[in-house]
């Protein structure tokens, strides 16, 4: 186990990440190449997730603080409601799914 100071960090660090690859404002553009880029940051995403998972136990409590720190630093960047729910219970089942000992989540 490790503390809620290193789940938070992680999760800040994805959540930057993840605007760096795809701020919000190119969202706004539309379809197509949009898309393509949004599952290129997204893939990106849940993989570093995995790797973290896999080489560290993340208890129920950690994941709680990842996926709310997750949560509202996406908020404050400026992605929608809807996106950020749907990325953040991604990245906590992956979590999960992981830490129950099965290999990487599909």
Not at 43 to 71: P, S, W
């Amino acid at each position: 186990m490790f503390s809620s100071s290193v789940v938070k960090t992680l999760a800040e660090s994805l959540a930057q990440d993840f605007n760096l690859q795809l701020p919000p404002a190119v969202l706004a553009r539309g379809r197509g190449r949009v898309e393509r880029q949004f599952q290129s940051a997204r893939d990106k995403l849940m993989h570093k997730i995995d790797c973290y998972a896999e080489t560290n136990k993340v208890g129920f409590f950690q994941r709680a603080i990842f996926a709310n720190t997750l949560k509202w630093q996406l908020r404050e960047a400026g992605y929608e409601r809807d996106l950020v729910d749907a990325l953040v219970l991604d990245a906590v089942r992956r979590m999960a799914y992981i830490k129950a000992g099965s290999k990487r989540a599909g």
